[in-house]
């Protein structure tokens, strides 16, 4: 019995983990497909000219109510929650098959440059899309700032 020898590959053992796993979920959930997301990272552009930077933020089905902005001792961070619509749909009798939306809570912080004014942040949320603009400055303002989302 001549048998070639078998390569390892760590991609094989991690797919088969995965099966494994899968299986297992699948016979203690009774079938149904497990989500194993909770948080989420929304996706930012961030843009510079002459006067601001803009910091784009993508955070659709997300309530205006749900966005924090601050900025805090040269640091720009955005949080919330994204709340998913499985949690109200019990209430309304929805039953859901499959859900592969991402939510949860959520915070980026990004460092400043040293030449933004701290002060004159400002944030606007239209569309399930955050805009916020960071002036430049000659003279930096150190301290804790709470933006109002309007």
């Known amino acids: 019995m001549n048998k070639e020898p078998t390569t390892w590959s760590p991609f094989r053992e991690l797919a088969d983990l995965q099966n494994r796993l899968t299986s297992l979920f699948d016979r203690h959930l009774g079938g149904t497909e497990l989500a194993l997301k909770s948080d989420w990272t929304p996706a930012v552009d961030i843009a510079e000219d002459d006067v601001a930077y803009t910091i784009t933020a993508d955070l659709p089905d997300v309530k205006k109510e749900d966005v924090d902005v601050s900025v805090d001792n040269g640091v720009l961070t955005l949080s919330g929650e994204k709340r998913h619509e499985s949690q109200s749909g019990e209430e309304s009798g929805k039953k859901f098959h499959r859900i592969e939306r991402s939510f949860g809570r959520y915070i980026r912080t990004f460092r400043l440059p ?23 400055s000659t003279e930096p303002k150190p301290g804790k700032v709470a933006v109002a989302v309007s």
């Open 114 to 136: 040293d030449e933004v004014d701290a002060a004159q942040v400002t944030a606007v949320f239209k569309d399930g899309v955050l805009k916020v603009t960071l002036p430049k």
